[in-house]
């Protein structure tokens, strides 16, 4: 029986700044312009940006499973660290911490994604291993996700009329 990956961490590099990165990803309703699996998210419970307990309901898709999660912030340090908390499927309990590092780095800002299951349901994590295949390993499709976000930040940051 299969089952899927309980930890996992991916990295990129943007020659954006990390304000430019963090400004895409502290923005939850941005996020299916560059995660393959949560095609989208929008604040709650009267949120309306990034802070510490602000919560949002993300929407995934992978392959022709669909599920949407609500998640909470545990760690708000712009332009440093960003960490949520994923709520349980079907109140069954599962969570997953997520985190994102923004380190400077020459030229511009190293991306670390992370994740850790705090928590799966008895059963839980068969299921998504068999029926979501994509969750066995999700290192390569983790880092695509970092590379897009990356070169999302970069073209936001460059100027918008380059020199002559």
């Not at 299951?117 to 880092?143: C, Q, S």
Request: charged content about 25%; overall charge positive.
């Amino acid at each position: 029986m299969h089952t899927i990956a309980r930890h996992s961490r991916a990295e990129a590099v943007s020659s954006a700044s990390a304000e430019a990165v963090w400004r895409i990803v502290a923005d939850v309703a941005r996020v299916g312009e560059w995660s393959h699996e949560c095609i989208g998210a929008r604040w709650v419970g009267g949120c309306d940006r990034a802070a510490l307990g602000a919560r949002f309901r993300g929407r995934n898709r992978s392959g022709i499973i669909r599920w949407s999660r609500t998640c909470a912030f545990t760690v708000v340090d712009r332009p440093r660290e960003l960490v949520w908390i994923t709520g349980g499927l079907l109140g069954l309990g599962d969570r997953t911490e997520w985190r994102v590092v923004l380190e400077p780095v020459e030229g511009g800002t190293r991306i670390v994604q992370t994740y850790d299951v705090v928590h799966a349901a008895p059963g839980i994590d068969r299921f998504y291993g068999t029926f979501v295949k994509a969750h066995r390993d999700r290192r390569e499709a983790l880092t695509g996700d970092l590379q897009r976000l990356a070169a999302l930040a970069a073209a936001e940051e460059a100027p918008e009329h380059p020199a002559a």
